[in-house]
């Protein structure tokens, strides 16, 4: 107590001077606009994607019936000149806004939580917001008329394969995600095995580009199904049947690989392939090129406009259709009513007229078209037999050969007749394809009767079996070759002619003395419109092919429907090659007068089948 008495005093504690503080300052509440509050209510996934569909249904409606009455349609087009375009453009902006958040939703939701279950599906989205957000402004911009519609069909179907490509990958990251112990299995299975059945289904339906779509398609999911391994966590199950279903894909595709294989091979080399007719509308018989020098419509600015014409089969029975080479594009001139049966049109006169042998009445006639105005006259309703191929028109004398009777007798005919009128040959064996020689003195034929080929000599009046000198000294015949049509060289050098044997057709050269007489070309199926081209070195044909493989249940190139294919085939070196792809079915060869185009009839997609014919031209080198 003493020691705490004596103790000095604790100086008491500074307490430092009040500091004045500003006023607090009052709380600025800023007033969110009511229409942006509206909008952020509104602006939900459900209302986006309503405004998606509703643009997209717009779009498609519009373009089958116009939305845009016809008073303001003029004005109209010059701000939207694609319409469609731009609402489908809005739709897809519409959907990618819905899947970006989407897309934020699981970023955000990965970066919480590493084990996310859906993180796999995040790349995935991330592209199809792209390819949405692209789509969207390519439609915008063609609908203001910035960029002009994509109508290649190589970038149509580019777009395609991309899409399938996606797919494919979303398919196979799903399984991966999904049944990890198992997905090897899964992606060689129903990825890999899957489309190979697919593919050899659109194979031998000639389904050709669709076939090798999808066995890409195949191949790349085999691929990676055979490449999923184990891992320490997770072992890969049911790797017996993986490797037994990468097997049969592997197999199916061989059969459609090995189909497919011949592509390049044995083909002329084109400098161009185009449309000469989109859609006729209809089935595609014969078709005629009009001569070079055509002037048909004494107009020097249309007088050398290239003409096709072409027989075609609608409901409504066979016409004659003509179609006229514009800058860019063929356009239909006419369409005349040709009876009920399959006819053969032919350019005569320098162009300015088409015969044909058309069906009227259970008759087949012989009718004369103005080729400039399709006006028909008929020169004789019954009685003629069909023309075949050959060359039934000359220049050279003006005349056409035709040939009428029964099976009482054949006539031999002219039109314009000459002073006598009468038929140039009488025969009581049929008269098939009655060709001018180049010189317009002779007449080549074949005789329906005893398969030979004869050539009528105008000015002694006699008809002839072609042989050589040595054949007529050994008294020998063509025995068992029955010959159905004769075709003169252009040049008169030689003549070609079809014979059939048993089951094979040929193709035979003979020079025009009778000598030399060699095959070259054999077939076991049937050879039909052939023609010599203008060079007189090269023949064409059309080959229809028969069954052959596998117990005769497929035709070639596995195909189960039938197939028909363009030969060029080099009368010098007898060698031969197709116009286009084999495996393409296309017919009904025309060549043109200056040897350079050929038009024929194949489907109107070529590559992916569409079942409309149409009418394509291939430039030659």
Not at 100 to 105: K, L
Not at 130 to 139: E, R, T
């Amino acid at each position: 107590m003493a020691e705490s008495a004596n103790q000095a005093p604790t100086p008491a504690a500074v307490i430092p001077p009040p500091v004045e503080s500003a006023p607090a300052q009052p709380k600025v509440t800023r007033r969110e606009s009511k229409f942006m509050k509206a909008m952020s209510k509104l602006m939900t996934t459900t209302a986006w994607m309503g405004f998606a569909v509703g643009f997209i249904l717009l779009g498609i409606f519009n373009h089958y019936h116009e939305l845009v009455p016809a008073a303001a349609k003029a004005p109209f087009a010059l701000l939207l000149p694609h319409l469609s375009y731009f609402l489908v453009g809005l739709g897809l902006g519409c959907i990618a806004k819905i899947r970006n958040g989407v897309q934020d939703d699981y970023s955000a939701e990965y970066k919480k939580n590493r084990q996310f279950s859906h993180a796999w599906k995040i790349p995935l989205i991330v592209v199809e917001v792209l390819i949405y957000v692209v789509l969207g402004i390519y439609g915008v911009l063609v609908g203001v008329g910035k960029v002009e519609a994509v109508q290649n069909i190589s970038a149509l179907l580019s777009l395609f394969i991309l899409f399938l490509l996606y797919l494919l990958w979303y398919a196979i990251a799903f399984i991966m995600n999904r049944s990890p112990a198992r997905a090897g299995f899964l992606v060689a299975g129903y990825l890999g095995l899957a489309p190979a059945f697919i593919s050899i289904c659109f194979w031998v339906s000639q389904f050709i580009f669709l076939s090798l779509v999808f066995a890409v398609l195949a191949l790349i999911a085999t691929i990676v199904g055979l490449t999923i391994s184990s891992t320490p966590g997770q072992e890969q199950r049911l790797n017996g049947m993986r490797i037994l279903c990468a097997a049969g894909t592997l197999g199916l595709l061989l059969i459609v690989g090995l189909n497919a294989s011949s592509y390049g091979n044995s083909r002329a080399v084109l400098a161009g392939l185009g449309l000469a007719s989109k859609n006729p509308m209809g089935n595609i018989g014969v078709i005629a090129y009009s001569p070079e020098d055509l002037k048909v419509l004494n107009n020097p600015q249309t007088a050398n406009r290239q003409k096709l014409a072409f027989s075609i089969h609608t409901q409504e029975g066979w016409f004659l259709q003509v179609i006229e080479a514009r800058e860019k594009e063929f356009i239909t001139s006419y369409k005349v009513p040709a009876g009920e049966g399959p006819f053969r049109p032919v350019f005569a006169e320098g162009g300015k007229s088409i015969i044909l042998d058309p069906v009227k009445g259970g008759e087949r006639g012989l009718w004369k078209v103005d080729a400039a105005t399709g006006r028909v006259e008929v020169l004789r309703r019954g009685g003629v037999r069909d023309f075949g191929d050959g060359t039934p028109w000359s220049e050279t004398t003006k005349q056409f050969l035709y040939v009428t009777g029964d099976d009482s007798g054949y006539q031999l005919n002219v039109y314009p007749a000459g002073k006598s009128k009468k038929a140039l040959l009488t025969s009581a064996s049929p008269i098939l394809s009655p060709s001018w020689t180049m010189s317009g003195d002779l007449i080549s034929y074949a005789d329906g009767t005893h398969g030979v080929f004869r050539v009528l000599n105008l000015k002694t009046g006699k008809s002839e079996a072609l042989l050589s000198d040595q054949e007529k000294a050994e008294n020998q015949k063509m025995e068992g070759i029955a010959v159905k049509e004769v075709i003169p060289a252009p040049d008169g050098f030689r003549y070609l002619y079809l014979a059939e044997e048993g089951k094979e057709s040929s193709l035979w050269l003979v020079l025009a003395d009778g000598t030399k007489r060699e095959k070259i070309y054999e077939s076991r199926g049937e050879l039909s419109n052939i023609a010599w081209n203008p060079d007189a070195q090269k023949v064409l044909f059309e080959e229809k092919r028969s069954r052959s493989v596998f117990l005769n249940l497929f035709y070639p190139y596995g195909f189960l429907t039938e197939s028909r294919r363009i030969r060029i085939l080099d009368a010098n070196l007898n060698t031969a090659e197709d116009l286009i792809f084999p495996q393409i079915s296309h017919r009904a060869p025309a060549v043109s007068p200056d040897g350079v185009k050929v038009a024929f009839v194949a489907d109107q997609g070529l590559w992916l089948r569409r079942g409309s014919p149409a009418i394509w031209v291939a430039h030659l080198r």
